[in-house]
């Protein structure tokens, strides 16, 4: 199996089980570790616990609030493991997280895998910053994601 998934969801054996359930979870290092992103885009806050990815790291971007996901030698990134998403959710985020990233599966520094979206553009030499996120930029961010989870409907 690649390390990297296409977009199409007509065989996700690689992300559903034979039962139609997630069966890898998501590394969320970015905006979907916030509960209220979570409940906005998918309508609930899934299981989660916190875990860690060594030799990468949350980049700020340019003119963005969110981060991307890019290798970084000696940085190691604290996130969340979030579990239990069904196909339409998994799909639904692979829609909001767009081209610009390509979703990876990723051994995180306990020896779970899981998937994560990584970015594929320029990024800021600097780190992003989720309590920074959370305090200056969460209330926009979240009427954002329910405008862009309004036009996903209407499509």
């Known amino acids: 199996m690649s390390s ?9 054996s690689d992300i ?9 979870p998501l ?3 970015g905006t979907l570790q916030a509960s209220e992103v979570m409940k906005t885009l998918i309508g609930r806050v899934p299981d989660h616990r916190p875990a860690e990815l060594e030799g990468w ?9 969110y981060p991307g996901l890019v290798r970084r ?4 990134i604290s996130g969340q493991l979030v579990t239990g998403l069904t196909p339409a959710e998994w799909m639904l985020l ?25 970015w594929q553009r320029d990024t800021e030499a600097a780190v992003w910053d989720l309590d920074e996120f959370l305090r200056s930029d ?8 329910s405008a862009w989870l309004t036009r ?4």
């Open 73 to 76: 030698a000696g940085q190691r």
């Open 138 to 145: 969460l209330p926009d961010y979240v009427v954002r994601c």
């Open 94 to 118: 692979d829609r909001f997280e767009d081209t610009d990233y390509v979703r990876e599966l990723l051994q995180l520094t306990d020896g779970t895998k899981a998937w994560t979206y990584v």
């Open 4 to 12: 990297t998934a296409s977009r199409g969801h007509e065989d996700r």
């Open 16 to 24: 559903f089980g034979p039962d139609g359930q997630s069966s890898m």
């Open 152 to 155: 996903d409907r209407a499509r």
């Open 57 to 65: 790291t949350a980049a700020r971007l340019p003119d963005r609030v």
């Open 27 to 29: 590394f969320a290092y």
